[in-house]
């Protein structure tokens, strides 16, 4: 199945290039382990061979589309990178007329490393609502019927279920170990920001120190910035090289806003993001 | 003849170690292999690939107070940051004692880098010998080798359920324990041959491959974080920032890399490297084209950890041969 879908996203794209539809191809190509895969930039009709979709593609290409945003390109998009596209439509970073979206019917990721393949399916691909991309111009593959997740919060609300001070020690552990090398950022297709405030001088937020406090002060701010957007591809997750589990963080906040608003974010375009929306019937909910 | 020590004493002599010193050993921690500091020789990790990020860091910390001014009676004092305590480094592979020797060219050439300087000089450096190479390895290409022994102060080489010990400085046989070492004929299996890589010629072909368009392509894929700089042993570049509050001022410097966007930004806002492909094209002429211009060797030791590590398979393995293929054409 997944050599047909390579064979489709090659045809497509040959097609796209040789019209001079699009300047570039984003997509995929197998990667200098010879098992997993990593983005390829395809602008000539020759380099679209190299293209290949397998349950390795785990990258969300999407993140791309804000550097190219000055092309017109066609990318490569599962369900979840789909979304991101949405999302990036839907806070005007990008054209639509400038993203061809080759949508994929997604069978799901599979967790890899560098050199190494477990045939075990990604947490967020065991939890996926969307098989079939919500927005796309072309779409490969079939979509199948889909089986809502049993208990996609499992993990959050065990997590909810602890006290605050246990919860403090949780998340000062783990983000005792970052090193703050900003990985988590750039991987991640919302954080688009050409300063963000953690790099900002005037005024200074937050310092350069790697210490807890500072640590604990970036984490919590980046987790916030992405709240009602986060669309759970845990590409930031999946880039820190110390494992920190940030979608525990993504995913609680993205609970809040399910409870909150009814909202899950990329599902379209045009809808309005809870928290960058002010109603004047809204109520503070703050005694006014 | 050699020196040996078994697998249960040399614990005990971690053990001993650690009741002296500072011990600094790779160790679990959340699934990860690191280097941290130990309380007990029963948490050190003997066998392991490589640790996630290099021991760089027991000298050039992720963030370090450099020096601190204090106001006391009326006077303005400034107090220079000191390391005292003596520090044994344990379990390093020799492509990160390389690293090391790496570093030091720079930083401690006068005028020194005076905190790395005492870092350094406190610190007696005991390390494994490999017994197998990893996929992303390729340290025989980069002048250093599995059972490297010559940027250490001990070397210890597994056969068996013994270490073979070689102490090749002062400080190295100053810390052996010879109650605890004994004589044997036993030889050191063959070291493990990891993956080689095209590095001859490599400087002189990097000169004419400044210009090229390969460096804006493979920044397409770039994320620019500072990943492969912060998991690297031989990126030592630092940003450098005040602390100020009621009580005085701290200056503190921490890891910062050539990938970030405002790393060469200049008051004013210029930026010599604007583009992603620039930046990423520092990385690389660092490495192979800078660093060996000025101290002769490569700035670069073959650990792989960047080709393990990068979210999105940037790898100098390929860049090196790419480079060279590029040389090759442009001579034809």
Redesign the interface.
């Known amino acids: 199945m997944q050599e047909g879908l390579t064979q489709q996203i090659r045809e497509k794209a040959r097609e796209l290039l040789t019209s001079a539809a699009v300047d570039c191809i984003i997509g995929y190509e197998r ?3 010879g098992l ?1 895969a ?4 395809a602008y000539e009709p020759n380099d679209v061979d190299k293209l290949i979709f397998d349950q390795t593609c785990t ?1 969300n290409l999407s ?2 589309l804000v ?1 190219k945003r000055d092309s017109t390109v066609a990318i490569v998009a599962k369900p979840c990178d789909s979304r991101a596209v949405n999302l990036l439509l839907a806070e005007k970073q990008i054209q639509r007329e400038r993203v061809y979206v080759i949508g994929v019917v997604c069978p799901g990721i599979v967790e890899a ?3 190494q393949i477990n045939d075990r399916l990604q947490a967020r691909c065991q939890l996926c609502r969307e098989h079939t991309p919500p927005m796309y111009d072309f779409l490969v593959g079939e979509p199948t019927a889909e089986e809502p997740p049993v208990e996609p919060y499992h993990d959050v609300a065990e997590l909810e279920a602890k006290s605050v001070a246990e919860r403090q020690s949780f998340w000062a552990e ?1 983000f005792a ?1 970052c ?5 988590c ?3 991640c297709p919302g954080c688009y920001c050409t ?1 963000c405030f953690v ?1 900002q001088l005037d005024p200074q937020w937050v ?5 807890p406090a500072e640590n604990e002060f970036w984490h919590i701010i980046r987790a916030f910035h992405l709240a009602g957007r986060c669309i759970a591809c845990n ?1 930031c997750e ?2 820190c ?3 920190i589990p940030l979608s525990l963080l993504n995913r609680k906040l993205e609970k809040d806003v399910l409870e909150l608003f009814a909202f899950r974010s990329g599902l379209s375009a045009e809808a309005l993001l809870p928290l960058a929306t002010f109603k004047k019937e809204e109520r503070l909910g703050m005694g006014e | 003849m050699t020196q040996i020590i078994s697998r249960q004493d040399l614990l005990s002599w971690l053990e001993r170690l650690i009741g002296e010193r500072i011990v600094i050993a790779p160790a679990q921690s959340n699934g990860l292999v690191l280097f941290q500091r130990v309380s007990r020789a029963e948490d050190i990790v003997l066998d392991f690939d490589n640790t996630v990020l290099s021991p760089k860091e027991s000298f050039l910390p992720l963030s370090e107070v450099l020096f601190t001014v204090a106001k006391e009676n009326g006077d303005i004092k400034l107090m220079p940051a000191t390391v005292a305590e003596e520090m044994v480094l344990f379990g390093l592979h020799p492509c990160d004692a390389k690293g090391m020797a790496v570093i030091d060219q720079p930083l401690l050439a006068a005028p020194a880098d005076d905190l790395y300087q005492q870092h350094r000089a406190r610190t007696t450096l005991i390390g494994l010998a490999c017994s197998q190479a990893g996929p992303e390895c390729f340290c025989t290409s980069m002048g250093t080798a599995p059972d490297d022994p010559s940027n250490l102060d001990i070397l210890l080489t597994r056969v068996n359920d013994s270490y073979i010990v070689q102490a090749t400085t002062e400080k190295g046989k100053a810390l052996l324990p010879s109650d605890l070492i004994a004589q044997s004929e036993v030889t050191a299996p063959p070291p493990p041959s990891p993956q080689a890589v095209p590095t001859e010629g490599i400087v002189e072909v990097m000169r004419g491959a400044f210009e090229s368009p390969y460096w804006s392509r493979l920044a397409d894929r770039c994320l620019h974080c500072n990943l492969c700089a912060y998991v690297c042993p031989t990126c030592y570049c630092f940003d450098i920032r005040d602390y100020v509050d009621e009580g005085g001022i701290e200056r503190v410097r921490s890891w910062e890399s050539c990938q970030s966007p405002g790393f060469t930004r200049l008051a004013g806002g210029y930026d010599p490297r604007p583009t992603k492909g620039a930046r990423l094209r520092q990385r690389f002429y660092h490495k192979l084209s800078y660093f060996p211009e000025h101290f002769g060797h490569l700035g670069c030791v073959g650990c792989g950890r960047c080709v393990r590590y990068c979210p999105v398979n940037i790898d100098i393995r390929e860049i090196i041969n790419d480079i060279q293929k590029l040389g090759a054409q442009s001579e034809c």
């Open positions: 990667a200098s382990d997993t990593r983005p390829l930039f990258h993140r791309f550097d490393t560098w050199g783990q170990r090193i703050r090398c900003y990985a950022r750039q991987a300063e790099e310092g350069i120190r790697v210490a590409e999946r880039a090289p110390v494992n």
